[in-house]
């Protein structure tokens, strides 16, 4: 049987770098019969504070969670109440859908507009929603799934200067170039913030479960949620420390993913019957004519290829491939090619 090519959760198939699998190896099972010693030295992990000076900023700024879908659920029970309102995208993540209902809480979507090659934010829209409807938590998403699209640090800094009463989540989950300098100015201009990033994506740990918060002054009642006495996951502290120690692995994974965004954008880009979305995360959307929709579905898959055809209100004839290894890449594009180019039933 061929071995399916799995395209669809945004999950890096390059897996984490050698210095990831060698701590695993070399797992000292000791440290699993023991306690984590971080608290009591005065800081939650040895991985919150190796996070926290890679952005220069206190290490009671930096929260772990068991992924950043954890920080998220956590952060809505925290403080969304019964009725409260959360501003969220119209074109998102399919569990920010669900993250206010968990706690009776009201969505209020607000839309993002299709451009000519990408989506784009509406800050017009958003903010008169904003306005009118008080919501008590803002989600941003950055680069946004499944659109792509995503914020500069001048269009963060002019949107959140407009949200400052309310608290705002911004998940960087797709954030695909390791740490960069304006965290540190938007935590200490947007005192209501919290960004949410993962291991998952970028440094390909998405089974370890491991995500972090990183937080504005005011967010302490979180912080003391979030906590835990006992310390987190001893091993999987271990593992996304050495995934820290291997930038240049990393670095040359993002390169050769997004060498091939742009492979995807030009190949797919010639077939006339598609629109593909400029995108700055590890996967794309791409529209296709409705009545394809079924039969490329059993097309990849009679080819053991599985992608996300996205099946929500506002999104039904789209998409959602994942950026896989180069081999990968090139079974994708070719089988879509073939499709359009005379295999369609
Ligand atoms: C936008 C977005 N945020 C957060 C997550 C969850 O990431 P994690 O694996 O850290 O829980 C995902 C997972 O696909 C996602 O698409």
Redesign the pocket.
Known sequence: MEQKIYLD??ENNYGPSPLCLEVLRKSDYTTLSVYSKSFSSGVKSILSERIAKEIHIPENRVLLGY????L?KQAIQCYLGKDEKLLLPAYS?WYYKKLASEVNGINVEYPLDEGDDSYHYNFEKLIDLYKKEKPKVVLI?SPN?PTGNSLSLNELTTLLAELRESIVIL?Q??VFNGFDDYVKSLLTDNQNLIITR?F?KYYAL?GLRI?FALIGENIQKFSRLTNRYLGFNRLSEEIALAALDSSEYYKTVSEKMQKDKLLYYSELGKIKELKVFKSDANFILVKIPKQTYSSLKEFLISKGIVIKFMNEELLNSHLRITIGTEAQNLVVINAIKEFYNGARK
């Not at 992924?67 to 954890?70: I, N, Q, R, S």
């Open positions: 959760r945004n992924g950043a879908e954890d998220l993540w998403s799934n998940d989950a797709y993962t998952s998405a995500g």
